[in-house]
């Protein structure tokens, strides 16, 4: 590096030192040690299909009453770790306040999921994954915030996995209205008929990673996974950054992270 590249970038590091893009803390890392520490990861025990935390006292493979109830259209969702404290306030900095370089740090939250489930009794069996698809935005939405945060996760995500990164494949019909203050069946009769693929032949046979932020009631990702399966792909499994748990939850008394919900 030239020296005077180097002293530009030290003016430029005087003027805006590097901070943690959760807490604006100082340091070098997009996100410190600190808020690092504060995730809250979900470990087992966990819906085997949809991946919502249980009590402890839950044996390891159980499926939870909903799922049995009304089986979602994925094949299994799994999440990294609880909607809250700091990995809530990176996804919402991420979607909200443009932190890009969040994509980074939690796209490799979204890798290391993934090849954990080898070690899961069970696991699910991601090594058959063959592509990447991001829950993308409604292009209006798009063009306001700018970017689509689930097409920079994905896209990261997919160098990491290996797997090419389908983003043409899903795409909105309709901009749905926010899902905040909906209730389970509000949303989805809102998220119906909001799907499409675009680009069937690309799914058909394939096992898919559908990629969103939040898994908050799971409507979304049933809708875009309902249309996937229907275009003919073989398997399609969720993966989120957050899990959003009922404030009523009784085990664990997690607030639902509604509000992140907005435009
Ligand atoms: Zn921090
Ligand atoms: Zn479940």
């Known amino acids: 590096m030239s020296r005077l590249k180097k002293l530009g970038e030290e003016l430029l590091e005087l003027i805006f030192p590097p901070a943690c893009e959760v807490c604006s803390g100082l340091g070098r890392e997009v996100i410190c040690t600190s808020c690092r520490e504060q995730f809250e990861f979900i470990s087992a025990p966990y819906c085997q299909c949809c991946g919502k935390p249980l009590p402890k006292s839950a044996s390891h493979a159980v499926v939870c009453g909903e799922c049995r109830k009304e089986p979602p259209r994925f094949d299994a969702a799994r999440a990294v770790g609880l909607h809250t ?26 890798a290391e999921r993934v090849l954990a489930e080898r070690f ?9 994954l063959t592509g990447v ?7 209006h939405r798009r063009g306001w915030r700018g970017f689509d945060q689930a097409v920079l996760l994905s896209r990261r995500l997919s160098t990491l996995l290996e797997l090419p990164c389908l983003e043409q494949v899903l795409v909105r019909r309709k901009n749905t209205k926010p899902q905040i203050g909906l209730s389970p069946t509000q949303r989805r009769q809102n998220v119906q008929g909001a799907f499409a693929v675009a680009d069937a032949p690309a799914v058909a046979g394939e096992g898919l990673l559908l990629i969103d932020d939040v898994y908050t ?7 875009a996974a309902a249309v996937l ?20 939850h009784p085990q664990l008394g997690y607030r639902l992270g509604d509000e992140e919900d907005l435009p």
Do not use: C, M
Not at 88 to 94: D, F, G, K
């Open 85 to 110: 404290r700091t990995l809530r306030e990176a996804v919402i900095r991420l979607k909200f306040k443009r932190r890009q370089r969040l994509t980074e740090p939690l796209a490799e939250l979204l």
């Open 120 to 128: 899961v009794p069970d696991g699910l069996p991601w090594a058959s």
């Open 133 to 139: 698809v991001p829950v993308v935005l409604h292009p």
């Open 217 to 223: 009631t799971g409507s979304t990702l049933n809708a």
């Open 229 to 248: 399966r229907r275009a003919g792909a073989q398997a399609v499994y969720a993966l989120t950054i957050t899990r959003a748990v009922p404030l009523t």
